[in-house]
């Protein structure tokens, strides 16, 4: 609603005016009133009328009897736009589109005679609005009926709007928990022989991968197994582990180029152990917390593809510092590396990193690390793999061998520097 207050004139100081000055104020009064009915007036009607042609459908090559979309800036809040002057400046009146061209005249004739008469109310031009970059991002849909974002009690001015800016989310979480069991029973007068047994492994593994989609990348990943196994025939231990392992890699990459797969890349990588670690009827302890621990930082370059299927990282590392430590005093420091009395190593050299996720199916896939390291003396190589046999929503099978070669520890008489480890398990599986 458009609304003109005339100047209101103060009295004298006496608080009297003359016959002359009320006459004046009079007739200003009725002279703006006059200027203002008439120019609702005027729009009003061609509202109507442009109202009455969209329900109508009269005058079908205008409007062909459907709301037309060039009459939309009568209806948005007020804007300067640049078509209004150019029609009126132009020498040629074709719009050059015929169907929507008397629309188009109509409210550009329109909104300039509103520019000339109140030209305060507009406070937003058309480059402005060119100018306004709206990201979206990750907005969570809300179900709103229209009726609530009408306000009757609004104001007309409606100059400054308000845009739902929110900042992309370049932080990716995925999560997956496992707890699986095995069991087996053999009674004592079984014609083969052989020990009864019952074993349980629990997985979790989470991960934190941040991509600014541009060049900076910095992947994350915690991974906790724990398994433990009792056994009939081993009088020593009621229980023992069959697979304990800690690890945290924390990967900070940035790319070569900007289409590049290729990063300079940081890495970080913590290992260990949450138990002690025996054999079967002995006494021995092996291994326990930190003992060993490995800690390795790596600078090299590293190759990242993702697709729909899968994923892969190639990590080339001429440059690794890795860290090893036996904090337990019952641990033999020797089969780690170590020399006799020692509990730290220092160990400069290269490092060449493998991991892949492929999915065949929804309910078959695989994932794995192959990892290589040398410090030009003596090689470590592991290959950590699984295959994940999903059945139905919360149960799998999971089979999961590992191979490794290890010439920096003491050789056991009888074996080489190949080690074997493979389980197969059944039970409960849940992906976050």
């Known amino acids: 609603m458009l609304t003109v207050c005339a100047p209101m004139f103060a009295q004298n100081e006496v608080g009297q005016q003359t016959e002359q000055e009320e006459q004046n104020v009079q007739e200003t009064r009725v002279s703006a009133s006059e200027q203002i009915q008439s120019v609702l007036k005027n729009y009003q009607d061609s509202l109507s009328s442009t109202i009455y042609k969209f329900r109508t459908g009269s005058d079908a090559d205008a409007f062909n009897t459907r ?31 015929e169907k929507y061209s008397q629309v188009m005249a109509f409210a550009n004739k329109h909104l300039l005679n509103t520019y000339m008469h109140f030209p305060d109310n507009f406070a937003t031009t058309e480059n402005e609005l060119k100018d306004v970059k709206v990201n979206m991002g990750e907005v969570k849909k809300r179900n709103i009926k229209v009726s609530k974002l009408i306000d009757s009690d609004a104001s007309s001015d409606v100059g400054k709007d308000n845009a739902l800016v929110k900042k992309p989310n370049f932080w990716k979480y995925t999560g997956n928990v496992a707890l699986q069991f095995t069991q087996s029973y053999i009674s004592g007068n079984w014609y083969q022989g052989g ?4 074993s349980m492994l629990s997985n979790f593994k989470a991960t934190a991968v941040y991509d600014d989609q541009q060049r ?3 992947d994350n990943a915690l991974e906790l197994k724990l398994g433990f196994i009792q056994q009939e025939g081993d009088t020593i231990h009621k229980y023992k582990t069959n697979s304990d392992q ?3 890699t924390s990967k900070l990459g940035y790319k070569t180029a900007e289409k590049s797969d290729w990063y300079y890349t940081l890495q970080l990588e913590a290992y260990s152990q949450f138990c002690s670690g025996y054999k079967t009827n002995d006494l021995k302890r092996y291994s326990s917390f930190l003992s060993p621990g490995k800690l390795a930082f790596s600078l090299g370059i590293d190759y990242k593809k993702t697709g729909k299927k899968g994923e892969v990282s190639v990590l080339l590392s001429p440059a690794t510092y890795n860290f090893t430590c036996v904090t337990d005093s019952l641990v033999d420091e020797t089969s780690y590396g170590l020399k006799e009395g020692n509990k730290i190593l220092h160990d400069f050299g290269y490092k060449v990193q493998v991991t892949y996720k492929y999915e065949f199916c929804k309910q078959i896939s695989m994932e794995g690390r192959f990892y ?12 950590e793999h699984t295959f994940n046999f999903q059945v139905g929503k919360w149960l799998s099978t999971k089979l999961y061998f590992y191979p490794r070669f290890d010439d920096n520890r003491t050789r056991v008489d009888g074996y080489n520097y190949w080690q074997m480890k493979e389980m197969l398990s059944f039970g409960l599986n849940y992906t976050l």
């Open 67 to 97: 709301m037309n979309p060039y009459g939309y800036k009568m209806f948005v809040p007020y804007t300067f736009y640049k078509s209004p002057v150019t029609q009126q400046m132009s020498l040629n009146s074709d719009s050059g589109n």
């Open 195 to 198: 020990t009864s047994s019952n």
């Open 216 to 218: 900076i990348s910095f």
């Open 246 to 248: 800690f690890r945290l």
């Open 372 to 383: 290589v390291f040398s410090n030009y003396h003596k090689l470590e190589g592991e290959l």
